[in-house]
């Protein structure tokens, strides 16, 4: 078991950045590929990045790539989601996510899950 737990969101106005954060506790989480996905009210659950168990790989959504970076830093445990130059279709709940295996952007590949973070950017 891999518990995950986000924090970092709030309201920001366009053009803003905010850092997410995704804690693990639990199993050792260097041996976890590590995914970030959003979900907007009324859409479905979106791939944003992810990351490989190293952080030798990485992956990101067409929509984000040149903003948004992901990172991590298996001594703290921790998964970073920098997002800058935030639009006001970045506004959803945050989720980050992990899996053992090869790094993959479909959201049903992921096993443990983390509450979520709401992130609001404001026009």
């Known amino acids: 078991q891999v518990q995950l737990v986000e924090?970092?969101?709030?309201?920001?106005?366009?053009?803003?950045s905010l850092r997410l954060s995704?804690?693990?506790?639990?199993?050792?989480?260097s041996n976890y590929c590590v995914?970030?996905?959003?979900?907007?009210?009324?859409?479905?659950?979106?791939?944003?990045?992810?990351?490989?168990?190293?952080g030798g790989s990485t992956?990101?959504?067409?929509?984000?790539?040149?903003?948004?970076?992901i990172s991590r830093d298996n001594a703290k445990n921790t998964v970073?989601?920098?997002?800058?130059?935030?639009k006001p279709e970045d506004t959803a709940v945050?989720?980050?996510?992990?899996r053992r295996g090869p790094l993959v952007r479909s959201f049903r590949e992921?096993?443990?899950?983390?509450?979520?973070?709401?992130?609001t950017v404001s026009s």
């Open 110 to 119: 992921y096993d443990y899950w983390g509450q979520g973070t709401q992130v």
């Open 22 to 29: 995704c804690a693990a506790s639990g199993r050792t989480f």
């Open 7 to 16: 924090s970092g969101g709030g309201l920001v106005q366009a053009g803003g």
């Open 94 to 98: 945050y989720y980050c996510a992990a």
């Open 59 to 69: 992956y990101y959504a067409d929509s984000v790539k040149g903003r948004f970076t």
């Open 80 to 86: 970073y989601l920098q997002m800058n130059s935030l």
């Open 35 to 54: 995914g970030w996905f959003r979900q907007a009210p009324g859409k479905e659950r979106e791939f944003v990045a992810a990351i490989s168990w190293g």
